[in-house]
């Protein structure tokens, strides 16, 4: 079995094809076991708006991948292009490096690792995890407090969120005689509120699918809540919307958006949507008044303070590639564990043979001192008899290399 990191990010796919390979987190245990029932050994899947990643043990990588066109019923030739296949020492290196916010859009930002620590989470109690890969999540979490703690990669850092404050301000200039609307209530909703409400706007709405969680957030941040049901008719009210659900078809739709900036009066409509599969269909943009941008529309912002970035991460590159080659001489030893045990238990046999005989030659009335001499000598000549018939084989360049391991195995100077 080898180690394999399969999928596609923000570098490697538009939009258009992530959301199309996203996993909703309530059906993510159900797809690792589906997954690992036939085509891994073990397995875990990171799924973000950046990136969908299937981290497995398997015999090839053809099967993982093969899995993940079928679940989403795609035709695996027009995923292809897209998709990256890491094998090894390649998958430890990205998985180090995504932890580590090497790989984000946002270079340095912390918000992946939680992301990834809940998709190992998820993963671990699926039961899809075995040895492997618990071992390179534990390491690879170690690594990331590692960078973070030694590197400035996480200083200067622009978040999604704080991008979209940006946006907004470029469009209204000052927020405060805005009215926003965040629609979800999780964590990136959450941390888009936050940077909202510290610029004061006139007003703010969670509308969500269950009331009660959308109270508890729009308490927090000092607004209101509402049912999503009745989006459609309130709609024109807000001036900023924001939007991350975990809903598999759009929300806000072109007539939804169409009718709002009907009664609006074509005053403008800031939207953000940071959901992957989008939650606002994507014909919006093209319509007057309405500035609709995706998590792909905002990589310009979050450049903002790179270049410091930058630099923290070529200090960071070096703690991951030190790390990795920690972790594959872990790999080798595990690789060998087979062949030692398989050794001992050879040897063992032999012990158990020759032990035989000796005890046997004892109730005959053998003298101790004859009897181990003879043991010695059997067990000795057993034990050599592999490497000297094997040497004595053995002719020109494999003889020398042969030697060679011989002398280094059993400490022998010449």
Same mark, same amino acid.
């Given at each position: 079995m080898q180690l394999y990191v399969i999928g596609v990010n923000h570098t490697t796919a538009p939009i258009q094809i992530r959301e199309n390979v996203a996993f909703n987190s309530e059906h993510l245990g159900s797809a690792l076991r589906e997954l690992t029932s036939h085509d891994a050994t073990e397995a875990a899947i990171l799924s973000t708006c950046n990136r969908t990643e299937l981290y497995c043990s398997a015999e090839n990588p053809e099967k993982p991948l093969s899995w993940l066109s079928h679940y989403h019923k795609l035709?695996?030739?027009n995923l292809q292009p897209y998709i990256y296949t890491l094998p090894n020492d390649e998958a430890v290196k990205h998985a180090f490096r995504v932890?580590?916010? &090497?790989?984000?859009m946002v270079l340095g930002e912390a918000q992946i690792l939680g #992301?990834?620590?809940?998709?190992?989470?998820?993963?671990?109690?699926?039961?899809? &995890?075995?040895? /492997?890969?618990?071992?390179l999540f534990q390491r690879t979490f170690e690594v990331a407090k590692e960078v973070r703690t030694n590197t400035d990669i996480g200083a200067n850092s622009i978040s999604m969120a704080a991008a979209a404050v940006k946006l907004a301000q470029r469009i209204f200039g000052e927020i405060k005689d805005q009215k926003v609307l965040f629609i979800g209530a999780g964590e990136m909703i959450e941390l888009c509120a936050d940077h909202f409400a510290a610029q004061k706007p006139k007003s703010m709405m969670v509308a969500n699918r269950t009331l009660e969680?959308?109270?508890? /957030?729009?308490?927090? !941040?000092?607004?209101?809540? +509402?049912l999503l049901n009745d989006l459609p008719s309130r709609l024109s009210e807000f001036d900023i919307v924001i939007t991350s659900t975990a809903s598999? /078809?759009? !929300?806000?739709?072109l007539g +939804?958006?169409?009718s709002a900036i009907k009664a609006r009066r074509h005053r403008p409509i800031f939207m953000v949507d940071l959901a992957v599969p989008r939650d606002i269909e994507a014909e919006v943009a093209e319509l007057d008044d309405v500035f609709l941008y995706t998590v792909d529309d905002l990589a310009q912002?979050?450049?903002?303070? !790179?270049?410091?970035? #930058?630099e923290a991460a070529v200090d960071a590159e070096l703690i991951v590639s030190a790390r990795v080659e920690h972790f594959m001489q872990w790999v080798k030893k595990r690789d060998a564990v087979p062949t030692i045990k398989a050794l001992r238990d050879q040897a063992e046999v032999t012990r158990q043979a020759e032990l035989e005989k000796a005890l046997k030659l004892i109730q005959k009335g053998e003298s101790a001192e004859k009897v181990l001499e003879a043991l010695s000598n059997a067990l000795t000549n057993k034990f050599l008899h592999a490497p000297s018939h094997a040497l004595n084989r053995a002719h020109g360049e494999e003889h020398a290399k042969l030697e060679d391991v011989i002398k280094q195995l059993y400490q022998i100077k010449s």
């Amino acid at each position: 079995m080898q180690l394999y990191v399969i999928g596609v990010n923000h570098t490697t796919a538009p939009i258009q094809i992530r959301e199309n390979v996203a996993f909703n987190s309530e059906h993510l245990g159900s797809a690792l076991r589906e997954l690992t029932s036939h085509d891994a050994t073990e397995a875990a899947i990171l799924s973000t708006c950046n990136r969908t990643e299937l981290y497995c043990s398997a015999e090839n990588p053809e099967k993982p991948l093969s899995w993940l066109s079928h679940y989403h019923k795609l035709e695996i030739s027009n995923l292809q292009p897209y998709i990256y296949t890491l094998p090894n020492d390649e998958a430890v290196k990205h998985a180090f490096r995504v932890a580590s916010g &090497l790989d984000s859009m946002v270079l340095g930002e912390a918000q992946i690792l939680g #992301q990834f620590k809940q998709s190992v989470k998820i993963a671990q109690d699926a039961g899809t &995890l075995g040895t /492997l890969l618990h071992k390179l999540f534990q390491r690879t979490f170690e690594v990331a407090k590692e960078v973070r703690t030694n590197t400035d990669i996480g200083a200067n850092s622009i978040s999604m969120a704080a991008a979209a404050v940006k946006l907004a301000q470029r469009i209204f200039g000052e927020i405060k005689d805005q009215k926003v609307l965040f629609i979800g209530a999780g964590e990136m909703i959450e941390l888009c509120a936050d940077h909202f409400a510290a610029q004061k706007p006139k007003s703010m709405m969670v509308a969500n699918r269950t009331l009660e969680r959308g109270t508890a /957030l729009a308490e927090k !941040i000092g607004g209101q809540a +509402m049912l999503l049901n009745d989006l459609p008719s309130r709609l024109s009210e807000f001036d900023i919307v924001i939007t991350s659900t975990a809903s598999q /078809l759009p !929300i806000v739709g072109l007539g +939804m958006v169409e009718s709002a900036i009907k009664a609006r009066r074509h005053r403008p409509i800031f939207m953000v949507d940071l959901a992957v599969p989008r939650d606002i269909e994507a014909e919006v943009a093209e319509l007057d008044d309405v500035f609709l941008y995706t998590v792909d529309d905002l990589a310009q912002v979050v450049a903002d303070g !790179i270049v410091n970035r #930058q630099e923290a991460a070529v200090d960071a590159e070096l703690i991951v590639s030190a790390r990795v080659e920690h972790f594959m001489q872990w790999v080798k030893k595990r690789d060998a564990v087979p062949t030692i045990k398989a050794l001992r238990d050879q040897a063992e046999v032999t012990r158990q043979a020759e032990l035989e005989k000796a005890l046997k030659l004892i109730q005959k009335g053998e003298s101790a001192e004859k009897v181990l001499e003879a043991l010695s000598n059997a067990l000795t000549n057993k034990f050599l008899h592999a490497p000297s018939h094997a040497l004595n084989r053995a002719h020109g360049e494999e003889h020398a290399k042969l030697e060679d391991v011989i002398k280094q195995l059993y400490q022998i100077k010449s």
